[in-house]
């Protein structure tokens, strides 16, 4: 299985991205997507999760309001609408996933687990916020 990422890229503050998860020949059926950012040096950063099972959703308090996390109806792809974007926002952003057994809802604790406990990683995509 994999998670493939796209989207993401260079906009002016105050400006908006989408980025896109799309999940392919996963393990289960069940799950939570959880968005990470993260650059070299910088501490791993919870952003945003989703589960696919109930759809409950968390954000944390430095996105909260700008950002918007969904999924498509077949549930394999999760979008991370971005908006009223800041400098502050730049980093290197990561999906993953980790099964409904484990993680049945989204909250402060899907995204603040260590790296192990999560499934499957995307590639990463860059975002940079910059006038």
């Known amino acids: 299985g994999q998670l493939v990422q796209s989207g993401g890229g260079s906009v002016q503050p105050g400006g908006s991205l989408r980025l896109s998860c799309a999940a392919s020949g996963l393990q289960y059926d069940s799950y939570s997507v959880i968005w990470f950012r993260q650059s070299p040096g910088k501490e791993r950063e919870g952003v945003s999760c989703i589960s696919t099972t109930d759809g409950s959703t968390w954000y944390s308090d430095s996105v909260k309001g700008r950002f918007t996390v969904s999924r498509d109806v077949a549930k394999t792809t999760v979008y991370l609408q971005m908006n009223s974007l800041t400098p502050e926002d730049t980093d290197i952003y990561y999906c993953?996933?980790?099964?409904?057994?484990?993680?049945?809802?989204?909250?402060?604790?899907?995204?603040?687990?260590?790296?192990?406990?999560?499934?499957?990683w995307g590639q990463g995509t860059q975002v940079t916020v910059s006038s």
């Open positions: 993953t996933t980790v099964d409904s057994y484990r993680n049945d809802r989204c909250s402060a604790y899907s995204a603040s687990r260590e790296r192990g406990w999560y499934d499957y």
